[in-house]
């Protein structure tokens, strides 16, 4: 299926991307920015900085949750309905780990999918950084970006949940505690990124926003995935400090989320719980925030005027993923934005 060609300048020197990530919402937005890139005659470079907060250790496994749905889902290897794991994925492990009533049992690790935490873990114990880990795994599914760990350093978010059995009244649990077992069905108090301060930016990372012509915020959660890489210390120097303009598409549309717990997390952060919300939240670069534009669906039209007051470039467009076709379409507006 072809894409139609951008009809914006075809040699607007755009030739280094580098793209904020979390899982599923970024993975896939880059997908349609790699089909949108594809159609150009010069080559263009995707990086992918991605969230690593996500991460757990899980029967002695280093499970890295947001950069293996964008490996699995770029390198074709994702099951597309469950937006995260293998697909033609068996579960003989799980159900062996649940036998022998091992806990957790409410977070499933596929057998194809603990060969990769297998080989992440063994290389990590030989010495590996996670960022040289993702690189060899990311010879095997040729993701076609460059994917790079925010971090090296290990961090973690959890989410501080009320629990009357404590004497504090509230309790922290690990984000995919929060997310898989709570089903974020209960309030969130805080969100606290254990390590995040003392994080340091993995190899690569500042240079890929330095570096890039266009520095693009995807769809992502902007709590647990973009704010988490925002939040490694340097990377907001960074992007403030980039040639390259920066440019998100809101990850709210009509006021909710697509799937996902942002509303939950950004109601924890006090943040508005909207396409503008999230982008004052960011903050305009221009008001030592990161953003120079935005885009919001057509639905929320109404939040265009209200950005551009806060020195925010704002462009109402179709924000639905729906396919690949529509995400390049996103993408190309992104782009197009950008060029302004
Ligand atoms: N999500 C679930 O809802 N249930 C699971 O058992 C589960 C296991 C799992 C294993 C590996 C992995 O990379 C992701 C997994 N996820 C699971 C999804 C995970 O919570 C999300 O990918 C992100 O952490 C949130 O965006």
């Known amino acids: 299926m072809t894409i139609p060609a951008p009809h914006g300048p075809a040699a607007d020197g755009v030739r280094r991307i580098t793209v904020l990530s979390g899982g599923y919402g970024g993975a896939k937005f880059v997908q349609g920015l790699l089909a949108l890139v594809r159609e150009r005659p010069e080559p263009v470079e995707v990086t992918v900085v991605a969230n690593t907060a996500d991460d757990l250790w ?48 409410w977070f499933g690790l596929g057998d194809r999918d603990v060969a990769t935490h297998l080989v992440r873990t063994e290389m990590l114990e030989a ?23 925010m971090t090296d350093d290990r961090v973690e978010t959890h989410i501080v949940v009320d629990d009357p059995d404590q004497p504090s009244g509230q309790r922290a649990v690990h984000f995919q505690e929060y997310w898989v077992r709570l089903r974020a069905e209960v309030p969130a108090r805080a969100v606290v990124v254990v390590g995040l301060d003392k994080a340091t930016p993995g190899p690569g990372v500042v240079d ?22 925002l939040g490694v210390p340097g990377v907001r120097d960074a992007l403030r400090e980039t040639g390259a303009p920066v440019v998100g598409l809101s990850p709210i549309i009509g006021g909710h989320h697509l799937r996902g717990m942002a509303e939950q997390l950004l109601t924890a952060l006090d943040v508005e719980v909207s396409a503008a919300g999230v982008a004052e939240h960011y903050g305009a670069r221009t008001a030592g925030g990161v953003l120079d534009g935005w885009l919001v669906d057509s639905t929320d039209a109404d939040a265009v005027d209200r950005l551009r007051g806060a020195g925010i470039r704002c462009e109402a467009v179709p924000l639905l993923m729906t396919d690949v076709r529509a995400t390049a379409a996103m993408a190309e507006a992104a782009l197009g934005l950008a060029a302004r």
Do not use: I
């Open 58 to 105: 899980l029967h002695g496994l280093k499970v890295c949750p947001d950069l293996d749905t964008v490996m699995y889902t770029l390198g074709g290897g994702l099951d597309t309905d469950r937006g995260w794991g293998r697909r033609e994925e068996t579960w003989s492990v799980k159900q062996e780990l649940e036998a022998y009533g091992v806990e957790p049992t």
């Open 127 to 149: 010495g590996y950084p996670l960022s040289a880990v993702t690189e060899a795994l990311c010879r095997r599914w040729q993701p076609g970006v460059r994917l790079l760990p």
């Open 208 to 229: 890929a926003l330095l570096d890039a012509d266009v520095v693009l915020v995807p769809p992502s959660n902007p709590v647990v995935s973009v704010g988490t890489v």
